[in-house]
Structures are given as structure tokens and as C-alpha cells.
T-cell receptor, first 113, second 113 residues
């Protein structure tokens, strides 16, 4: 089954404790992206990657890091989480040509206290 | 900066009562406008892509249209299963060098039986 998986699905952590949210896709897609979704603000793009070792900033990259060492994986790293990073996070993937038809993961709800 | 504004924020419909959702946008050069559907607790699911003014796309009870400044998602004779949040997104840069996607905040549609 074609899918995008994220782990963990739910995470409660404390300010400053480094964390990683994993994202993996099994569709051999070149393009992968991370979004955060907040009430009233909609989905905002954090980072995206056009292919292995190629990443670029989205609209809200501050406080986040990404890496793309393998085509199927695109982890999101919060080195020093803060309460304003409490949000619902989505990973998505697509072929490079059809970046609009993105397949989204189930989401990770992160709470930073 | 690209901007996407959706209205209304929420829409309550009776089953069979047709209506329209609006997505207005300001971008430097539109590459594509996309509609997604999001069910509670899930990631967005791709519906349509529109590239140029005058274009229309249909899927079951949904029809998307595009002008130079806005897009409409028409829901004809809706059923309770059409209840969801509908998201609009734009991709700027007609030259294809920027794959950033900007989303609106969404319209939450509730259809009562």
C-alpha cells in the first residue's frame, strides 16, 4: 500500500529537549515536505526537499532542521523545542513533476511544555 | 509574499443544499492552484489542480473553477459524507524553480442529514 508514515503520532516533551519526528514514504517520490498546521493559520511549509541531499526552506523554517540522506526518509529535527512549536505536523511526498498532488502522512501532534 | 484567503471559515449546509467556497489569492506568478480535502485527525487528500483562468475540474459533487484572482469550489447537492475541511493552496513561480506551496486556512463544511 502506497503511504507516508510518521512517528511518533503523539509526543509531549519539555522545552529544550531535542527531538526527531521521522517520515518515510514507499512510493519512490523525489519530493518531500514538512508542514505545521495551527488553528486559523492553516498549513505552513517548514522545509522541503527535491531529492537526496537537496533541501530548501519553506515559509517557517526557524527552529527546525531537516536532512535527506535517503530518498524514502525525511526526518524533522527540533534541536531545542519551545512552546511555540506546539502544533500538528504533517509530512508529505510527491513526484517532482507533480508536486501539487502530494500524499500526506497521518500527522504528529507535538506538545512542548 | 504569496497570500491565500479562504471564505467562509465555516459553512453549515443541509443535505442537498448546494453552495460554494471561495479561495482568493495574490501571487507573483501562478503556477497552479490546488484543492485538498481534510477529514478530522487525518492528513489532507488531493482533489484538484487548476492551472489557468477559465479552467474547471469536476469530481462527483465537487466542481472547482479558476479566475485570475480567485477559485471557487462548488458543492452540488451535498451529502453528509462531504463534511470536511477544504483547503486551497497555490504554487507560484511559473518557471518551475520554486516548489513552495502556500495554503489557505481552510473552510470547514458540515452537511446535516
Amino acid at each position: 500500500e502506497a503511504q507516508v508514515t510518521q512517528n511518533p503520532r503523539y509526543l509531549i516533551t519539555v522545552t529544550g529537549k531535542k527531538l526527531t519526528v521521522t517520515c518515510s514514504q514507499n512510493m519512490n517520490h523525489e519530493y518531500m515536505s514538512w508542514y505545521r498546521q495551527d488553528p486559523g493559520l492553516g498549513l505552513r511549509q517548514i522545509y522541503y526537499s527535491m531529492n537526496v541531499e537537496v533541501t530548501d526552506k519553506g515559509d517557517v523554517p526557524e527552529g527546525y532542521k531537516v536532512s535527506r540522506k535517503e530518498k524514502r526518509n525525511f526526518p524533522l529535527i527540533l534541536e531545542s523545542p519551545s512552546p511555540n512549536q506546539t502544533s500538528l505536523y504533517f509530512c508529505a511526498s510527491s513526484t517532482t513533476r507533480d508536486t501539487y498532488e502530494q500524499y500526506f502522512g497521518p500527522g504528529t501532534r507535538l506538545t512542548v511544555t | 509574499e504569496d497570500q491565500v484567503t479562504q471564505s467562509p471559515e465555516a459553512l453549515r449546509l443541509q443535505e442537498g443544499e448546494s453552495s460554494s467556497l471561495n479561495c482568493s489569492y495574490t501571487v507573483s506568478g501562478l503556477r497552479g492552484l490546488f484543492w485538498y480535502r481534510q477529514d478530522p485527525g487525518k492528513g489532507p487528500e488531493f482533489l484538484f489542480t487548476l492551472y489557468s483562468a477559465g479552467e474547471e475540474k469536476e469530481k462527483e459533487r465537487l466542481k472547482a473553477t479558476l479566475t485570475k484572482k480567485e477559485s471557487f469550489l462548488h458543492i452540488t447537492a451535498p451529502k453528509p459524507e462531504d463534511s470536511a475541511t477544504y483547503l486551497c493552496a497555490v504554487q507560484a513561480d511559473p518557471w518551475g524553480n520554486d516548489y513552495k506551496l502556500s495554503f489557505g486556512a481552510g473552510t470547514t463544511v458540515t452537511v446535516r442529514a
